[in-house]
């Protein structure tokens, strides 16, 4: 993997404002990639595939990263992008809304990252588990939402994400089969595994 690159990239996307994962967020992830050793990992929001790209390095031999973005600019960007840091081969790009590609898709994965619309993530979940490798893991990043979720004040604008954000939350640590961590690193990550 070319790292200049990758480096330039995520220089690119700070500046542009894109949401791109937070350093220590990505230091925790990395870690449990590393120890898990995923064949199959399943992105959730692509944007212009710098997480991607950083969770490739923790592939196993010949796995592969499937990655869902519904901008076609940012799909565009991140097939380039991947271009770049040849790691094209190792990174599957899906063009489409996660809601209607995730119900499409038969395979199982390893690791499940979900990164994309809040308002969604409850359904991201059910599909994720429906998926999900019996020793894999899934894990929802900015659950914490700048720390609306576990405040009371929050936007009109932001309350359907909150909500739902709520509700990842709620199933996730009520769920009897599930393992939850929720961690406050970067705009928090939650962590899920099933009981062995
Ligand atoms: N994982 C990336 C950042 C993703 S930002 C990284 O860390 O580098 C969230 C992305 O999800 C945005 O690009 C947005 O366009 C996309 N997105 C939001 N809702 C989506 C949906 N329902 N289906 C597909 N992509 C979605
Ligand atoms: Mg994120």
Do not use: W
Request: proline share 3%; glycine share 6%.
């Amino acid at each position: 993997m070319n790292k200049e690159e990758l480096q330039k990239i995520k220089e690119k996307a700070l500046k542009e404002y894109i949401p791109i994962i937070m350093d220590d967020t990505l230091e925790v992830v990395g870690s449990i990639l590393k120890e898990l050793k995923p064949s199959k990992i399943l992105e959730i929001g692509t944007a212009v595939g710098y997480s991607a790209m950083c969770f490739s390095e923790y592939l196993q031999e010949g796995g592969r990263i499937d990655t869902i973005e519904r901008d076609e600019e940012r799909v565009k960007e991140a097939k380039e992008n991947i271009e770049k840091v040849e790691v094209a081969e190792k990174i599957h790009i899906i063009e489409g809304d996660a809601v209607e590609v995730l119900p499409t898709l038969e395979e199982k994965y390893d690791a499940i990252f979900i990164d994309a619309a809040k308002g969604k993530y409850p359904f991201f979940l059910q599909q994720a588990l429906r998926m999900l490798n019996k020793n894999g893991v899934i894990l929802a990043d900015n659950i914490l939402y700048k720390g609306y979720v576990m405040g009371d004040y929050h936007k009109h604008k932001q309350r359907t994400a909150v909500r739902n954000l709520r509700e990842y939350i709620a199933e996730v640590t009520n769920n009897p089969k599930l393992e939850t961590q929720i961690l406050e690193v970067g705009d928090g990550l939650a962590i899920s595994k099933l009981k062995q």
